[in-house]
């Protein structure tokens, strides 16, 4: 899909109005993120957003610096911009926790065109957590995409995609990432929030990194 190596599609899975309101700083901060982590070889393709959302994302990003991935936000569904881009059901890998297989460094050796994520967001992801947690890649999974997984560590949607870039970029075997699991983030001597949720220890993946 395009010049660029490993493209990453992340399907909005929150429910959008369709409302003049602009989306919110955290759902922006969030999908900037992604695109520091995917760094300025990836392209991010952000589908299914409501059309006030794509308009406010594309003015945040065209406001943003050059040293990130390349974006492109749509109101189409990924299956749509697939059909568009005559890429088929095949070539793109979703990340599923519920995948057989484990994401391996040859799956970006040209056997997918897109590895695709289904997006809940940091800020939502920390106000509702759920417990057990509930299975927002299964709207995805009933399509039939190819599926490959992260291992058994909890994290949120933009170390996902951080960590599948590790792999299928960088060429780091999955098992050879270190975890840190609740990172704490200290506000000062009094304050600081444990995050619910692992990110890898040795790379800059996590939410210090915003």
């Known amino acids: 899909m395009g010049d660029k190596a490993n493209p990453f599609g992340l399907e909005h899975m929150e429910e959008d109005e369709d409302t003049a ?5 955290w759902v922006e901060l969030e999908y900037s993120h992604m695109r520091i982590l995917a760094e300025p070889t990836a392209h991010v393709h952000f589908t299914h957003l409501s059309q006030s959302s794509t308009e406010s994302l594309e003015a945040a990003f ?26 088929p059901l095949d070539k ?13 460094p040859e799956d970006g050796d040209g056997r997918f065109e897109m590895f695709l994520f289904g997006v809940c967001c940091f800020a939502h992801f920390l106000k509702s957590c759920d417990d057990p947690p509930r299975d927002r890649t299964a709207e995805l999974r009933v399509l039939g995409f190819p599926t490959r997984h992260l291992g058994p560590v909890q994290m ?6 951080g960590v599948t870039k590790l792999v299928v970029q960088d060429k780091i075997l999955l098992d050879k990432i270190p975890y840190v699991e609740f990172p704490t983030i200290r506000f000062n001597a009094k304050e600081s929030v444990e995050m619910p949720f692992s990110t890898p220890s040795d790379h800059d993946l996590g939410p210090n990194s915003y």
């Open 92 to 104: 793109v890998c979703l990340l599923d926790p519920k995948a057989e297989a484990a994401l391996s």
């Open 62 to 87: 065209r406001s943003s610096t050059n040293d990130l991935a390349d974006a492109s936000c749509h109101e189409q569904g990924v299956l749509d911009l697939m059909k568009s881009k005559g890429v």
């Open 21 to 25: 309101r602009s989306i919110p700083p």
């Open 156 to 161: 949120t949607t933009d170390t996902a995609l």
